[in-house]
Nanobody, 117 residues
Framework: QVQVRESGGGSVQAGGSLRLSCAAS????????MGWYRQRVGQQRELVAT???????DTADSVKGRFSISRDNDKNMVYLQMNSLTPEDTGVYLCNVVTLVSLIHVWGKGTQVTVSS
């Protein structure tokens, strides 16, 4: 059974930084695209950044230059480094992974990020 678990959320003041981690397990062949999404209050879930197994990155315009995504294929981990945080970045950050071969999408439960002004 594939499992996805996020960690690293918390509360920070505007201008601060956080690093989110996501650990995926349970896929015999590993994972393809891994990514981060966020759910802000009153808004639809939105893409933050994704990264392919080969390292190609797609980043939302709203976080470009501030957030960076990376992964460790050997450990089945994906990370999100968030700098220059603003209150508008407050929300639940969710990790999504796609299993190789079977192409199953699996979501984590999310980690809360709160940025105060």
């Amino acid at each position: 059974q594939v499992q996805v678990r996020e960690s690293g959320g918390g509360s920070v003041q505007a201008g601060g930084s956080l690093r989110l981690s996501c650990a995926a397990s349970g896929s015999r062949f590993g994972f393809g695209i891994m990514g981060w999404y966020r759910q802000r209050v009153g808004q639809q879930r939105e893409l933050v950044a994704t990264i392919t197994r080969g390292g190609s990155v797609d980043t939302a315009d709203s976080v470009k230059g501030r957030f960076s995504i990376s992964r460790d294929n050997d450990k089945n981990m994906v990370y999100l480094q968030m700098n220059s945080l603003t209150p508008e970045d407050t929300g639940v950050y969710l990790c999504n992974v796609v299993t190789l071969v079977s192409l199953i999408h699996v979501w984590g439960k999310g980690t809360q990020v709160t940025v105060s002004s």
